[in-house]
T-cell receptor
Framework: EAGVAQSPRYKIIEKRQSVAFWCNPISGHATLYWYQQILGQGPKLLIQFQNNGVVDDSQLPKDRFSAERLKGVDSTLKIQPAKLEDSAVYLC??????????FGPGTRLTVL | GNSVTQMEGPVTLSEEAFLTINCTYTATGYPSLFWYVQYPGEGLQLLLKATKADDKGSNKGFEATYRKETTSFHLEKGSVQVSDSAVYFCALVELTGNQFYFGTGTSLTVIP
């Protein structure tokens, strides 16, 4: 089966600009996650969806980050406006159940 | 609260050497435990998992045993190869929860 797809793979923007990332999970996976991975650290959960509903967004900086999964399939994560400290790899993962996750290749964001 | 602590890297080994990467955890309930591997420029891939005490997860020559008494899930491989060079992440998820907790990762370099 096809894996989790993410785009773009790389993005460079200036601070205060906006950026959006896209994720297409594995077919049939109801659960979708967005993580932020800062260089040298483990992934940090930003938001978790079950179908098109939010299960956990407690660590999402809601003043600048937003995410949606309107039809319970694809998802977008947006940052508006970006800050220097948002430079990281943004990982999308999906799963059938909450005990196993399959990760996409990630989007590497550089904020200048 | 829940957390995962991994041995700090980087770890450098010669080919065919024995590998151990330590992982200990703190959990309020009964977690499932995972090892993920991240190759350069790629997303995380599930390496192995264990869902209850005394379970042994294994894959590609790697093994880890869920030790409840020592709250550990150490990763081992008897003979590493150059192709095993990557960053390894230990992680847990509570059975009653949804959020994954990742360690900070351990970088492994295997030299010929």
């Amino acid at each position: 089966e096809a894996g989790v797809a993410q785009s773009p793979r790389y993005k460079i923007i200036e601070k205060r600009q906006s950026v959006a990332f896209w994720c297409n999970p594995i077919s049939g996976h109801a659960t979708l996650y967005w993580y932020q991975q800062i260089l040298g650290q483990g992934p940090k959960l930003l938001i978790q969806f079950q179908n098109n509903g939010v299960v956990d967004d407690s660590q999402l900086p809601k003043d600048r980050f937003s995410a949606e999964r309107l039809k319970g399939v694809d998802s977008t994560l947006k940052i508006q406006p970006a800050k220097l400290e948002d430079s990281a790899v943004y990982l999308c993962a999906s799963g059938r159940r909450t005990d196993t996750q399959y990760f996409g290749p990630g989007t590497r964001l550089t904020v200048l | 609260g829940n957390s995962v602590t991994q041995m700090e890297g980087p770890v450098t080994l010669s080919e065919e050497a024995f590998l151990t990467i330590n992982c200990t955890y703190t959990a309020t309930g009964y977690p499932s435990l995972f090892w993920y591997v991240q190759y350069p420029g790629e997303g995380l891939q599930l390496l192995l998992k264990a869902t209850k005490a005394d379970d042994k997860g294994s894959n590609k020559g790697f093994e880890a045993t869920y030790r409840k008494e020592t709250t550990s899930f150490h990763l081992e491989k008897g003979s590493v190869q150059v192709s095993d060079s990557a960053v390894y992440f230990c992680a847990l998820v509570e059975l009653t929860g949804n959020q994954f907790y990742f360690g900070t990762g351990t970088s492994l370099t295997v030299i010929p």
